[in-house]
């Protein structure tokens, strides 16, 4: 019975990474926000995910389900702590799908480069991270990356 067991979770595993692998995924952690603050009042929110894209020219932009509100007006930056080999383009996008601010884009190399997504966004503004993978290959593991977006 446990060799039986086994084999099939032996064979439902791959199978498994297979599928993630080949859909592509970003999976967005919220994080409670530090105590730090601007002179704006400003939060740091942590965000985590993973990014990957197969046989795409420039991979597709893959959208997070964690919707975000500022508190009020003001810049929207995002700094990384990590990013994908590949590196990573990223924007914002609002309730109707436009694209608020500017795409910008992080090379594997720019941590600690913090860069403004969005400038003088209105308070109580609602919105998701969009993130693409620079280049496409499936062999440029890491795929993840982590960092702090400010709101």
């Avoid at 990957?52 to 509100?69: F, H, I, K, N």
């Amino acid at each position: 019975m446990t060799t039986s067991g086994t084999r099939h979770g032996a064979r439902l595993a791959p199978f498994l990474l297979s599928a993630v692998l080949l859909t592509g995924c970003t999976a967005e952690e919220p994080a409670a926000p530090s105590s730090a603050g601007s002179k704006r009042d400003a939060r740091d929110h942590m965000i985590s995910g993973t990014v990957y894209a197969e046989g795409a020219d420039e991979g597709p932009w893959l959208v997070s389900d964690v919707v975000r509100t500022t508190t009020e007006r003001g810049d929207i930056t995002l700094t990384f702590t990590s990013l994908p080999e590949a590196g990573i383009r990223v924007k914002l996008l609002d309730k109707p799908n436009r694209t608020i601010g500017s795409v910008q884009t992080w090379q594997k190399d720019e941590t600690g480069v913090a860069k403004v997504l969005a400038e003088g966004v209105a308070g109580d503004t609602a919105f998701v991270n969009a993130f693409e993978q620079l280049d496409p290959c499936s062999n440029c593991s890491p795929y993840t990356f982590e960092g702090t977006q400010r709101y």
